[in-house]
């Protein structure tokens, strides 16, 4: 059974530090991963999309990155805001099926 | 502006009572999503639907009805036969077919049985 894995649950960080949320799974025959951002009672945020064929994709302050061989995304987080508190999901795709989510990361950026 | 519009936002249902969430998304994409979101669970697949009077059961379809009569629209039927219904219920579309594509997801609606 394919899973994905979001290790802490919760994080809190100082305003201004650099921070990496984690996402693991189990397959390595990965189609793509995405990030998503939820903030509470509303829906999901799509952050980054990163294909099998990519190492990592950037936006703006995130990198995320993709590592098939070791079962594992990183999504980093520069120079860290109040407004960047949030849920973090990951969910992968693999070979043609369907999503498959983790249960996410929830950040509190201490200001 | 393009997105997804989820309605209603929050709905109380009595036991025993069919609600329909309405979905509808102007991003012309091909493919459109139901999950349901429970506390500390990841987000889980209800119906799924790649074109349009054509949709196939997620992992929990059992309770839950759909329909697919436009590309724009995909409304949920919670009906009585879902035990546990009371959850946060999440509508996505991504362009193309395959589960493959970039997600995008509606603002939600909270279905609470009273």
């Known amino acids: 059974k394919q899973e994905v894995t979001q290790i802490p649950a919760a994080l809190s960080v100082p305003e201004g530090e650099n921070l990496v949320l984690n996402c693991s799974f189990t397959d390595s025959a990965i189609y793509n991963l995405q990030w998503f951002r939820q903030d509470p009672g509303k829906g999901l945020t799509s952050l980054l999309l990163i294909q099998s064929s990519q190492r990592e994709q950037t936006s703006g302050r995130l990198n995320a990155s993709l590592d098939k061989s070791s079962g594992r995304s990183t999504l980093y987080i520069a120079a860290s805001q109040p407004g960047d508190s949030a849920t973090y999901l990951c969910?992968?795709?693999?070979?043609?099926?369907?999503?498959?989510f983790g249960t996410g990361t929830r950040l509190t950026i201490i200001p | 502006d393009g997105g997804i519009t989820q309605s209603p936002k929050y709905l109380f249902r009595k036991e025993g009572q069919n609600v329909t969430l309405s979905c509808e998304q102007n991003l012309n994409h091909d493919a459109m999503y139901w999950y349901r979101q429970d506390p500390g669970q990841g987000l889980r697949l209800i119906y799924y639907?790649?074109?349009?009077?054509?949709?196939q059961k997620g992992d929990i379809a059992e309770g839950y009805s759909v329909s697919r009569e436009k590309k724009e629209s995909f409304p949920l039927t919670v009906t009585s036969a879902q035990k546990n219904p009371t959850a946060f219920y999440l509508c996505?579309?991504?362009?193309?077919?395959?589960?493959?594509?970039?997600?995008?997801f509606g603002e939600g609606s909270r279905l609470t049985v009273l």
């Open positions: 969910a992968a795709v693999f070979g043609n099926e369907k999503l498959t």
């Open positions: 639907s790649q074109i349009v009077n054509d949709f």
């Open positions: 996505a579309s991504s362009l193309g077919t395959g589960h493959t594509g970039e997600l995008f």
